[in-house]
């Protein structure tokens, strides 16, 4: 025999908290507060596996599931004192569904179950109110005729429509004891119309119906969405709660609420809440009236707060409030109903709540001593609190939609629309906030989307160009949206029969994928406080560093701001697209000898070295790893007749040449191409002028500061272990150089990316001549699973549609493969270097996902672009925290 059915309050609590799976949560925690003593109403719990028995047995219940419920519904009578059925003291209940996960697509909750004909007089008797008697027994029709009958709730609302225009009265509230038994004729008039039988008059049956519509609701199609939209697996099935009711609805000293323990959208510690005086169930949130406040303090001039209208219940809710927080060590978001001034508790559930209320709301009970401070860490989602880190939409705000997109890079920005880079860089220049509107973005907008305060597409995914590039500047973005029209000739765009022209102002939220017309006010992010000490807690329970992804002096200060420990990654090539370099990069590249390319790179050495110097100094005793030149040569090719010209002009050289030397550059697969330290092999003089630069631009710092910084140098795609003996030959080579000419030395390392298959493969080779690896996870995730970042697009999202890749593999590390990989080179490195450092650098590093598993295989850190650097630093205290690796402890 199985035990199907728990029984709760009455002093006989079978469940408990933990019980979530087998009960439901609603059940398991109704169970829960009876057991510490708080006021449930008593009832039982018929379990999941029962749903799932019955779906199993083609819709039939077990045999011993009949006198397992009527001996709980017999223990439930005993502690009220009432009998189900009877004609004096009826004993009413609710039928509640409840699955482990609040699921909004079930059944509705039937109220007063157990009415009919005889108990209504019964009722009223012994409550010596017929009006609530007869208020009670529509109710039941209403609902079980709507819930389990399937009749349309439009009838039911037509028939109250009609005997208050007869009564001529207003409000509900308003209708008499005849009225409303007027009402209750009417209703089963229809109900036996409309289905065919009269309305059910034996409470047996009536619960037995209800059951039966729990259950079945499990597999409606509501409820198959919203499971397929949240992953509920569909084996959970639901449980059914039957519970002895309790009356909200008897009159002035009677309420029925709901709130949270404290403020789910600021996570202020203040009683939040609403309450309705004599009413009942769902009354609180289908606006017939208005709520009025828990709080006093919250109440508006015309309110009437439940601290005032039911002094004795409040304090009741007050203590109850503090016992669950208490208790459960969280947040919580509660029901209630007070009988003739009796409080009852009805839910109970871990509340929902904004991403800075649960950062507040963490930091407050850890200082409260409710959780400790390993607990406050874990309990915040980092992916959260990258939304607390830009500029927010005020909540508050009025606003009007104009098109939805996908939420591509969080944060708020208002500005006005412009269609292109370069329209968006001169009106930046003249101190205008802007909007880049594209229908898709390339490389060449990089400087447009830089001066934009935010960027919106039509066109492209979650990785589209835009998607990325804006993440990794910390840029507000809605990509992908639609809905929306771009006409660049007439310089508009359109949605929803609206248009908005160049110059006016939208307003996007990249948290939300939201686009608004005009601008929206915005709250500024706060570093300091609640945020600050989370992350102090986090900074001391981590093991794996953080750096930042960062070039320019700008992003370099962005990271220190935001806690990074040093640069990970430093493109070089990055540096090189300003106008004034760009035109020494060609000469270099195009040079038909070493002397040319010599003659160039003399000019941009000083530019280099200039560079290393602002970072150096900024950075200041912390490492920094500067990757050698990386790119294919074609991002610097000269576009067009006038760019080749200049250049020809520039190396004294025809125009043919010039041209015929650009065409035999050019490549097929650029990214398989001639870049990394092939580069560095095949041209030395282009590395050796960089590590000039580094060592001269690391001397000057540690001349002028005192202070040396340790430079890290990088060479990318390394696949071979003589390509890094080669180049590190050549930076060796030049450091002695510049000490010996200075005098002077500082400390430097050379390491080298990960991020061939082959590289991996022959760490422990390549591990003898390097003295860090950066595993370069986007190449690597490129060439292990031999696809292109820039072309996956047309057919990745349908490979995580269809499951076939859990997750794009471009913004969560491919574990099982590409996570291989890693293991396995981190593993052969250090077995011929066992210290040896490694770290990650790409878009996987600012990944909770990816840094978990960084933690993981032990590498030393993780570098990722400046804004996700907070969202790392909690990651990695999780993480670490997961593995039993607490610093602290
Ligand atoms: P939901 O899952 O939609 O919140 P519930 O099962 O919690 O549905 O029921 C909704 C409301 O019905 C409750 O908040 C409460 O006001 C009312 N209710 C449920 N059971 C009872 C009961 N035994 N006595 C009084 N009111 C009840
Ligand atoms: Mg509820
Ligand atoms: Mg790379």
């Known amino acids: 025999?199985?035990?199907?059915?728990?029984?709760?309050?009455?002093?006989?609590?079978?469940?408990?908290?933990?019980?979530?799976?087998?009960?439901?949560?609603?059940?398991?925690?109704?169970?829960?507060?009876?057991?510490?003593?708080?006021?449930?109403?008593?009832?039982?719990?018929?379990?999941?596996?029962?749903?799932?028995?019955?779906?199993?047995?083609?819709?039939?219940?077990?045999?011993?599931?009949?006198?397992?419920?009527?001996?709980?519904?017999?223990?439930?009578?005993?502690?009220?004192?009432?009998?189900?059925?009877d004609k004096r003291t009826p004993l009413l209940v609710s039928v509640r569904s409840g699955a482990r996960v609040s699921m909004p697509g079930m059944m509705d909750t039937v109220l007063n179950l157990g009415l009919n004909d005889a108990t209504v007089e019964g009722l009223g008797e012994a409550s010596g109110d017929a009006r609530f008697a007869w208020d009670s027994y529509r109710r039941f029709i209403q609902m079980y005729g709507s819930v389990v009958l399937g009749v349309d709730h439009h009838r039911f609302e037509?028939?109250?429509?009609?005997?208050?225009?007869?009564?001529?009265?207003?409000?509900?509230?308003?209708?008499?004891?005849?009225?409303?038994?007027?009402?209750?004729?009417?209703?089963?008039?229809?109900?036996?119309?409309?289905?065919?039988?009269?309305?059910?008059?034996?409470?047996?049956?009536?619960?037995?119906?209800?059951?039966?519509?729990?259950?079945?609701?499990?597999?409606?199609?509501?409820?198959?969405?919203?499971?397929?939209?949240?992953?509920?697996?569909?084996?959970?099935?639901?449980?059914?709660?039957?519970?002895?009711?309790?009356?909200?609805?008897?009159?002035?000293?009677?309420?029925?609420?709901?709130?949270?323990?404290?403020?789910?959208?600021?996570?202020?510690?203040?009683?939040?809440?609403?309450?309705?005086?004599?009413?009942?169930?769902?009354?609180?949130?289908?606006?017939?009236?208005?709520?009025?406040?828990?709080?006093?303090?919250?109440?508006?001039p015309g309110e009437v707060a439940m601290e005032q209208a039911l002094p004795g219940a409040y304090a009741d809710l007050l203590a109850a409030r503090e016992k669950l927080e208490r208790h459960y060590r969280d947040m919580q978001d509660i029901e209630f109903t007070v009988q003739q001034g009796k409080l009852f508790m009805l839910q109970t559930r871990d509340g929902k709540r904004t991403a800075a209320a649960s950062l507040r709301i963490a930091v407050e009970m850890a200082n409260e001593g409710l959780i400790d401070q390993a607990e406050a860490v874990r309990r915040v989602n980092p992916s959260a609190l990258d939304q607390l880190l830009h500029p927010m939409l005020d909540p508050k705000a009025p606003r009007t939609l104009l098109a939805k997109g996908l939420p591509a890079s969080p944060g708020g920005a208002s500005g006005v629309v412009v269609f292109s880079a370069d329209e968006a860089e001169s009106r930046a220049a003249k101190g205008e906030s802007v909007i880049l509107v594209r229908i898709e973005t390339s490389p060449e907008d990089i400087h447009g989307m830089h001066a934009a305060k935010g960027i919106l597409t039509t066109r492209g995914g979650m990785t589209s160009h835009a998607a990325v590039v804006a993440r990794g500047m910390g840029r507000p973005c809605v990509a992908g949206a639609g809905g929306i029209a771009v006409d660049y000739g007439g310089q508009t765009l359109s949605a929803g029969g609206r248009m908005v022209r160049s110059g006016e102002v939208i307003t996007i939220d990249g948290a939300a994928g939201e686009v608004f017309v005009g601008a929206v006010g915005m709250i500024e992010p706060a570093l300091t406080g609640d945020f600050a000490t989370l992350m102090e807690w986090a900074d001391a329970r981590r093991r794996l560093s953080i750096r930042a992804n960062a070039e320019t002096p700008l992003d370099a200060e962005m990271a220190r701001k935001f806690?990074?420990?040093?640069?990970?990654?430093?493109?070089?090539?990055?540096?090189?697209?300003?106008?004034?370099?760009?035109?020494?990069?060609?000469?270099?590249?195009?040079?038909?000898?070493?002397?040319?390319?010599?003659?160039?790179?003399?000019?941009?050495?000083?530019?280099?070295r200039q560079d290393f110097i602002a970072l150096f100094r900024i950075m200041a005793g912390l490492p920094v790893t500067i990757r050698l030149f990386d790119p294919p040569l074609h991002e610097f090719l000269p576009q067009g007749e006038a760019e080749l010209a200049e250049v020809a002009a520039a190396l004294g050289t025809d125009l043919a040449a010039v041209r015929r030397r650009a065409a035999d550059l050019a490549e097929a697969n650029p990214m398989l191409g001639h870049r990394g330290c092939r580069l560095g092999v095949v041209f030395p003089e282009i590395y050796e002028m960089q590590a000039r630069a580094i060592f001269e631009g690391a001397l000057a710092v540690a001349e002028e500061s005192g202070k040396a910084p340790v430079p890290e140098i990088m060479i990318p795609l390394v696949g071979m272990r003589r390509e890094l003996e080669i180049t590190r030959a050549q930076v060796d080579r030049v450091a002695a150089e510049v000490f010996q000419a200075r005098g002077?030395?500082?400390?430097?390392?050379?390491?080298?990316?990960?991020?061939?298959?082959?590289?991996?493969?022959?760490?422990?080779?390549?591990?003898?001549?390097?003295?860090?690896?950066?595993?370069?996870?986007?190449?690597?995730?490129?060439?292990?699973?031999?696809?292109?970042?820039?072309?996956?697009?047309?057919?990745?999202?349908?490979?995580?549609?269809?499951?076939?890749?859990?997750?794009?593999?471009?913004?969560?590390?491919?574990?099982?493969?590409?996570?291989?990989?890693?293991?396995?080179a981190v593993e052969r490195g250090r077995s011929v270097k066992p210290g040896l450092k490694m770290g990650i650098c790409g878009e996987h590093g600012g990944d909770p996902a990816s840094i978990a598993f960084c933690e993981e295989v032990g590498l030393d850190y993780v570098s990722c672009s400046p804004y996700r650097v907070p969202v790392a630093r909690l990651a990695a205290a999780q993480a670490a925290l997961g593995l039993g690796r607490d610093r602290t402890v």
């Not at 390491?751 to 422990?764: F, K, Q, S, Y």
């Not at 690896?773 to 970042?789: C, Y």
């Open 1 to 85: 025999m199985s035990k199907w059915v728990y029984s709760f309050g009455a002093g006989h609590d079978e469940g408990r908290a933990d019980m979530r799976d087998l009960l439901g949560s609603k059940g398991a925690n109704l169970a829960e507060m009876a057991s510490i003593g708080l006021p449930v109403p008593p009832g039982f719990t018929i379990t999941t596996d029962l749903c799932a028995a019955y779906y199993a047995n083609s819709r039939k219940y077990p045999e011993d599931l009949a006198g397992q419920v009527s001996d709980a519904l017999a223990r439930v009578e005993q502690a009220v004192g009432l009998r189900f059925g």
């Open 563 to 608: 806690g990074a420990e040093g640069i990970g990654l430093c493109r070089t090539e990055h540096m090189f697209f300003d106008p004034q370099r760009i035109s020494a990069m060609r000469q270099m590249i195009l040079a038909h000898d070493e002397h040319g390319r010599r003659a160039a790179l003399e000019r941009l050495l000083p530019f280099q």
């Open 158 to 300: 037509e028939i109250i429509e009609h005997v208050k225009l007869d009564a001529d009265v207003l409000e509900d509230t308003a209708l008499d004891a005849m009225q409303w038994h007027r009402v209750v004729d009417g209703y089963k008039e229809m109900v036996s119309q409309t289905t065919g039988k009269p309305f059910p008059q034996d409470p047996e049956e009536q619960l037995w119906g209800a059951i039966g519509a729990v259950f079945g609701s499990w597999m409606n199609p509501r409820a198959k969405t919203y499971r397929r939209l949240h992953d509920i697996p569909v084996t959970w099935g639901t449980a059914v709660n039957v519970q002895a009711m309790v009356f909200g609805n008897m009159g002035s000293d009677c309420a029925t609420g709901v709130c949270f323990t404290r403020d789910p959208s600021t996570g202020e510690n203040l009683f939040y809440g609403e309450f309705l005086a004599n009413a009942q169930g769902e009354d609180v949130v289908a606006g017939i009236r208005t709520p009025q406040p828990l709080a006093k303090a919250r109440a508006k």
């Open 744 to 824: 002077r030395t500082v400390e430097y390392t050379v390491g080298t990316m990960i991020e061939l298959p082959r590289a991996a493969i022959i760490a422990d080779q390549i591990a003898e001549l390097a003295d860090f690896f950066s595993f370069g996870t986007n190449d690597l995730t490129q060439t292990v699973l031999g696809l292109s970042r820039d072309d996956a697009g047309r057919f990745l999202p349908r490979y995580v549609e269809l499951g076939i890749l859990p997750k794009d593999p471009f913004v969560t590390l491919d574990v099982e493969g590409v996570g291989a990989v890693v293991r396995q």
